[in-house]
């Protein structure tokens, strides 16, 4: 859990960082973002058994949240992985990326 927690806060600050050239801290929307998941994490009825909220059944994110972390997740992810690989996000991000991100064929 803590893992999960720290991942993300280290996501959104990188995402936050690169996207709206916030110096330091968050901006106020990534601040939200970021209190908001945060919150969800702790109220996750799975807690410690858990694996990756994206493959979770209860889906505690709201839609938009969900949609802005996905976004975070598809735009810093292979950044994270590059710069954290201990971290091993990579069951993560699988999880995120059963949902249908894009139409294009490999
Ligand atoms: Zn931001």
């Known amino acids: 859990m803590t893992r999960e927690r720290l991942t993300l806060q280290a996501m959104i600050r990188l995402y936050c960082r690169k996207r709206h050239v916030t110096v330091s801290g968050l901006c106020g929307e990534c601040q939200e973002l970021?209190?908001?998941?945060?919150?969800?994490?702790?109220?996750?009825?799975?807690?410690?058994?858990k694996t990756a909220c994206g493959?979770?059944?209860?889906?505690?994110?709201k839609l938009p949240?969900?949609?802005r972390i996905c976004e975070i997740m598809r735009s810093v992810g292979p950044?994270?992985?590059?710069h954290h690989p201990l971290m091993a996000l990579v069951?993560?991000?699988d999880?995120?990326?059963?949902?249908?991100?894009?139409?294009?064929?490999?």
Request: one cysteine or more; hydrophobic letters at 30%; aromatic letters at 14%.
């Open 34 to 49: 970021h209190e908001y998941s945060q919150k969800r994490l702790q109220l996750c009825p799975f807690q410690a058994g």
């Open 95 to 106: 999880g995120w990326r059963k949902r249908p991100v894009g139409r294009r064929k490999n």
């Open 65 to 67: 949240m969900r949609q």
């Open 55 to 61: 493959q979770c059944e209860v889906h505690c994110y």
């Open 79 to 82: 950044i994270m992985v590059w």
């Open 91 to 93: 069951h993560m991000f």
